[in-house]
């Protein structure tokens, strides 16, 4: 047991640590946050930076503009990432999902089409599982694919769809054999975006911000060699998808904690305009304690996980853990920054506290429990496949 | 960065876990527990502990470091181990050097009218004076963890100078054990009354010492609940496995399932704080430069606030999901759940430990 960095880790860790101090932009330390979405051409150009540095696809190997590196150095990467509080590249879906799914199932030919330009962040992904009547139960997923010559015929309609409305392609989770068991007739394919027939339309969320989409297919020609893995094959592939989203998870999603805690201890630090400085409260500073060892806790169990991952090569269930717990304490977390703002968290608009940050941060919050996974059905998992307790259906 | 225990240290887990299964049964705990003060002691385990080589594992002799100590105290907590290995391995720091670093030894610094923190440990009210050679010390220190089987215990005691560490004989008379919930470890009143002390540490040596000890007991408090909280959470599965109501199986009921999901979340976030804690405690004894001051104290708060937690949760839940025979004196869960309960309020509440961490994120309050 070390937790230091190899001689190899800290020279990575001050390469890193030198390239952000040059490519940031001027004053971003100490810019004020601001609420919303990051702008996407900011975000393209950001991530055609770390792709020419290296820095996109750290694990990636170098054939797709990798570096091949130990998942060790993606979590140094990570951890420097948010001491910088850099943004992140635009890839979310491709990095995380679409990347390491078309590595694991595609064609050589399908692997040298969308692998460089996912990570370079000209090709932006974009995930087509849940549907109005498929959420947390994709095995019951109904947009159709039917072959008719040399294309798949796509009818249906996907929904919670992030990035769609900028995105290149989609992952698409599609029945091809409605006559069989509900899993077994699922195939996976991957849409270019601009074809016919495609109709993206956003949806506005609780923050008032549309990040997320409907995406509508009416009698999209797919070509055929489009699929992923065989026809029926589907479920498998899409289970790689959802291992990687799960695997990788924690890192990212620790690092962003800690980057919001620093804004918090910001936050609690500052005189507010009645003279109350919040970090003077035991009671206020209780909360933040107990989030800060949240934040340990998630820290030291990414570590866990990913001395297994580099041991054996397989992600343990460290990563259900880190995303139960990261969501729940990130929802503690915004709420406390708003409770001590007071009545001036709710102002909205350009009087409000940082343009509205925390507002947004706390609203945006309650989709933590519900995306990739929702709390109950990622207590499912931990409960029958790490626990071992009998299936509850 | 490599966060795993080493083979070899898995294995020492392995033989503990073994060893202490086969002499700790339920019944053994249920007995030790309800022992009289006078048969609570088991020498026989106790030399055995010491025979293999597990008592004293951090001095020279004993070849190893707090990381293996750490391995060795989370697996007393997981057998509810009723002998005092947590407070000897407390204790070693101030005993280096010493010919007989295994014997059974007890950390006394609170005082019933003086302070019952570690943090407030230099207010302390007992006395020791010279008399000709021989150092006396005299005065009453309470809240004694393991006093029911300590042959003797390192106290510390006023001097001139300042606050020195001492090592004095746990005589019959000066011991008084009081009936606590958790009979698994005997705490009490050790009396002091111009009693012959050996000088372990002077003035100016002894708040390092203490520092050393304090975060030795912080981590291994944390890690003893780690062991806890993971039986706890095994009884509850186990159970959920096997008992039926309405024709089901318990464990498939979502009400009973996510409370045992959420036992085990708060389980292993809390073991990687213990376990970060072991090796900042084991680097910051071999390498005091790699770690900072800043950084082994907090580690060692959050942990000892978040796994104490996480072992009163545990038990809690282990004793919901067991429904009535949790409740009864009969079934084993109640040992753990006083254990847990102890260690929540020894050495430091979750509260004090989180002003730990407030403070070195915040600074002081103005």
């Given at each position: 047991?070390?937790?230091?960095?190899?001689?190899?880790?800290?020279?990575?860790?001050?390469?890193?640590?030198?390239?952000?101090?040059?490519?940031?932009?001027?004053?971003?330390?100490?810019?004020?946050?601001?609420?919303?979405?990051?702008?996407?051409?900011?975000?393209?150009?950001?991530?055609?930076?770390?792709?020419?540095?290296?820095?996109?696809?750290?694990?990636?190997?170098?054939?797709?503009?990798?570096?091949?590196?130990?998942?060790?150095?993606?979590?140094?990467?990570?951890?420097?990432?948010?001491?910088?509080?850099?943004?992140?590249?635009?890839?979310?879906?491709?990095?995380?999902?679409?990347?390491?799914?078309?590595?694991?199932?595609?064609?050589?030919?399908?692997?040298?089409?969308?692998?460089?330009?996912?990570?370079?962040?000209?090709?932006?992904?974009?995930?087509?599982?849940?549907?109005?009547?498929?959420?947390?139960?994709?095995?019951?997923?109904?947009?159709?694919?039917?072959?008719?010559?040399?294309?798949?015929?796509?009818?249906?309609?996907?929904?919670?769809?992030?990035?769609?409305?900028?995105?290149?392609?989609?992952?698409?989770?599609?029945?091809?054999?409605?006559?069989?068991?509900?899993?077994?007739?699922?195939?996976?394919?991957?849409?270019?975006?601009?074809?016919?027939?495609?109709?993206?339309?956003?949806?506005?969320?609780?923050?008032?911000?549309?990040?997320?989409?409907?995406?509508?297919?009416?009698?999209?020609?797919?070509?055929?060699?489009?699929?992923?893995?065989?026809?029926?094959?589907?479920?498998?592939?899409?289970?790689?998808?959802?291992?990687?989203?799960?695997?990788?998870?924690?890192?990212?999603?620790?690092?962003?904690?800690?980057?919001?805690?620093?804004?918090?201890?910001?936050?609690?630090?500052?005189?507010?305009?009645?003279?109350?400085?919040?970090?003077?409260?035991?009671?206020?500073?209780?909360?933040?304690?107990?989030?800060?060892?949240?934040?340990?806790?998630?820290?030291?169990?990414?570590?866990?996980?990913?001395?297994?991952?580099?041991?054996?090569?397989?992600?343990?269930?460290?990563?259900?853990?880190?995303?139960?717990?990261?969501?729940e304490a990130n929802q503690r977390l915004t709420k406390l920054a708003q409770d001590v703002?007071?009545?001036?968290?709710?102002?909205?608009?350009?009087?409000?506290?940082?343009?509205?940050?925390?507002?947004?941060?706390?609203?945006?919050?309650?989709?933590?429990?519900?995306?990739?996974?929702?709390?109950?059905?990622?207590?499912?998992?931990?409960?029958?496949?790490?626990?071992?307790?009998?299936?509850?259906? | 960065?490599?966060?795993?225990?080493?083979?070899?240290?898995?294995?020492?887990?392995?033989?503990?876990?073994?060893?202490?299964?086969?002499?700790?049964p339920d019944e053994r705990i249920h007995s030790a527990a309800d022992a009289p003060d006078?048969?609570?002691?088991?020498?026989?385990?106790?030399?055995?502990?010491?025979?293999?080589?597990?008592?004293?594992?951090?001095t020279p002799d004993g070849g190893g470091t707090f990381l293996d100590e750490a391995v060795?105290?989370?697996?007393?907590?997981?057998?509810?181990?009723?002998?005092?290995?947590?407070?000897?391995?407390?204790?070693?720091?101030?005993?280096?050097?010493?010919?007989?670093?295994?014997?059974?030894?007890?950390?006394?610094?609170?005082?019933?009218?003086?302070?019952?923190?570690?943090?407030?440990?230099?207010?302390?009210?007992?006395?020791?004076?010279?008399?000709?050679?021989?150092?006396?010390?005299?005065?009453?220190?309470?809240?004694?963890?393991?006093?029911?089987?300590?042959?003797?215990?390192?106290?510390?005691?006023?001097?001139?100078?300042?606050?020195?560490?001492?090592?004095?004989?746990?005589?019959?008379?000066?011991?008084?054990?009081?009936?606590?919930?958790?009979?698994?470890?005997?705490?009490?009143?050790?009396?002091?009354?111009?009693?012959?002390?050996?000088?372990?540490?002077?003035?100016?040596?002894?708040?390092?010492?203490?520092?050393?000890?304090?975060?030795?007991?912080?981590?291994?408090?944390?890690?003893?609940?780690?062991?806890?909280?993971?039986?706890?959470?095994?009884?509850?599965?186990?159970?959920?496995?096997?008992?039926?109501?309405?024709?089901?199986?318990?464990?498939?009921?979502?009400?009973?399932?996510?409370?045992?999901?959420?036992?085990?979340?708060?389980?292993?976030?809390?073991?990687?704080?213990?376990?970060?804690?072991?090796?900042?405690?084991?680097?910051?004894?071999?390498?005091?430069?790699?770690?900072?001051?800043?950084?082994?104290?907090?580690?060692?708060?959050?942990?000892?606030?978040?796994?104490?937690?996480?072992?009163?949760?545990?038990?809690?839940?282990?004793?919901?999901?067991?429904?009535?025979?949790?409740?009864?004196?009969?079934?084993?869960?109640?040992?753990?759940?006083?254990?847990?309960?102890?260690?929540?309020?020894?050495?430091?509440?979750?509260?004090?430990?989180?002003?730990?961490?407030?403070?070195?994120?915040?600074?002081?309050?103005?």
């Amino acid at each position: 047991m070390d937790f230091r960095d190899t001689p190899e880790e800290a020279a990575f860790r001050a390469e890193l640590r030198a390239w952000f101090a040059a490519n940031l932009p001027a004053g971003w330390a100490e810019r004020t946050p601001t609420a919303g979405l990051e702008d996407p051409e900011f975000s393209r150009a950001w991530s055609a930076k770390l792709f020419a540095a290296g820095y996109a696809g750290i694990t990636w190997p170098k054939a797709y503009g990798g570096l091949a590196l130990p998942p060790t150095y993606q979590g140094i990467y990570l951890e420097e990432s948010a001491r910088h509080d850099a943004p992140g590249h635009i890839g979310v879906i491709g990095l995380g999902m679409a990347g390491p799914t078309i590595m694991a199932w595609g064609s050589e030919q399908q692997k040298a089409r969308y692998l460089s330009p996912l990570l370079s962040g000209q090709e932006v992904w974009c995930q087509g599982f849940s549907e109005p009547g498929a959420g947390s139960d994709l095995a019951g997923a109904r947009t159709r694919a039917e072959l008719d010559g040399d294309e798949w015929v796509v009818n249906g309609q996907k929904v919670w769809s992030s990035y769609a409305h900028i995105a290149d392609h989609c992952i698409l989770v599609v029945r091809t054999d409605p006559t069989v068991e509900r899993h077994r007739g699922l195939s996976y394919l991957l849409v270019d975006m601009k074809l016919p027939g495609v109709d993206v339309r956003p949806l506005r969320q609780i923050t008032g911000d549309p990040e997320f989409n409907e995406i509508y297919f009416t009698d999209v020609r797919v070509p055929r060699d489009s699929m992923l893995g065989a026809p029926g094959e589907g479920w498998s592939v899409a289970m790689t998808t959802l291992l990687h989203e799960r695997g990788t998870l924690g890192f990212a999603l620790t690092a962003r904690f800690e980057a919001l805690l620093g804004r918090l201890v910001d936050t609690v630090r500052a005189t507010r305009p009645d003279g109350v400085r919040p970090a003077d409260d035991p009671l206020v500073r209780d909360r933040v304690a107990a989030l800060a060892i949240d934040l340990e806790a998630l820290r030291f169990t990414n570590y866990r996980a990913l001395t297994a991952l580099v041991r054996t090569g397989q992600p343990g269930p460290e990563g259900s853990v880190a995303k139960l717990h990261w969501s729940e304490a990130n929802q503690r977390l915004t709420k406390l920054a708003q409770d001590v703002l007071g009545p001036a968290g709710r102002i909205d608009g350009p009087d409000a506290w940082w343009g509205g940050f925390w507002a947004y941060q706390q609203l945006r919050s309650r989709g933590n429990t519900i995306e990739a996974g929702t709390s109950e059905v990622l207590r499912n998992i931990i409960a029958e496949r790490v626990v071992g307790l009998p299936r509850s259906r | 960065m490599d966060f795993a225990f080493s083979a070899d240290q898995e294995e020492l887990r392995a033989a503990a876990r073994r060893l202490l299964a086969d002499r700790l049964p339920d019944e053994r705990i249920h007995s030790a527990a309800d022992a009289p003060d006078e048969t609570f002691v088991d020498p026989t385990l106790w030399a055995e502990l010491v025979g293999l080589g597990w008592v004293g594992l951090s001095t020279p002799d004993g070849g190893g470091t707090f990381l293996d100590e750490a391995v060795l105290i989370e697996e007393a907590g997981y057998a509810l181990l009723p002998a005092p290995l947590l407070s000897s391995v407390v204790c070693l720091p101030a005993l280096a050097g010493l010919a007989d670093a295994t014997a059974r030894t007890a950390l006394a610094w609170a005082e019933p009218r003086g302070p019952r923190t570690f943090a407030a440990a230099h207010a302390v009210t007992s006395t020791a004076t010279v008399d000709g050679e021989a150092w006396l010390v005299q005065g009453s220190k309470c809240d004694v963890a393991d006093l029911g089987c300590a042959e003797r215990a390192v106290v510390l005691a006023m001097t001139p100078g300042g606050p020195a560490l001492f090592r004095v004989p746990v005589e019959p008379g000066a011991a008084r054990l009081q009936p606590t919930t958790d009979g698994t470890r005997r705490i009490g009143v050790l009396s002091l009354a111009n009693v012959p002390a050996d000088l372990l540490a002077d003035a100016e040596a002894s708040p390092a010492l203490m520092t050393a000890m304090r975060r030795r007991a912080e981590a291994a408090i944390a890690l003893e609940s780690v062991g806890v909280a993971q039986r706890m959470l095994e009884t509850a599965a186990e159970h959920a496995k096997q008992r039926e109501q309405f024709g089901r199986l318990i464990g498939t009921y979502q009400a009973v399932s996510h409370h045992v999901a959420d036992m085990y979340v708060r389980t292993e976030l809390a073991r990687s704080l213990a376990y970060r804690a072991a090796w900042c405690v084991a680097t910051s004894e071999s390498e005091p430069d790699a770690v900072t001051t800043q950084e082994v104290d907090v580690a060692c708060a959050a942990a000892k606030a978040a796994a104490t937690e996480a072992a009163v949760f545990a038990a809690e839940g282990a004793i919901q999901v067991l429904g009535g025979i949790g409740m009864t004196w009969e079934h084993v869960a109640h040992r753990f759940y006083k254990r847990a309960l102890a260690n929540e309020v020894f050495a430091g509440s979750p509260a004090e430990h989180r002003a730990t961490v407030a403070t070195a994120l915040l600074g002081a309050t103005r």
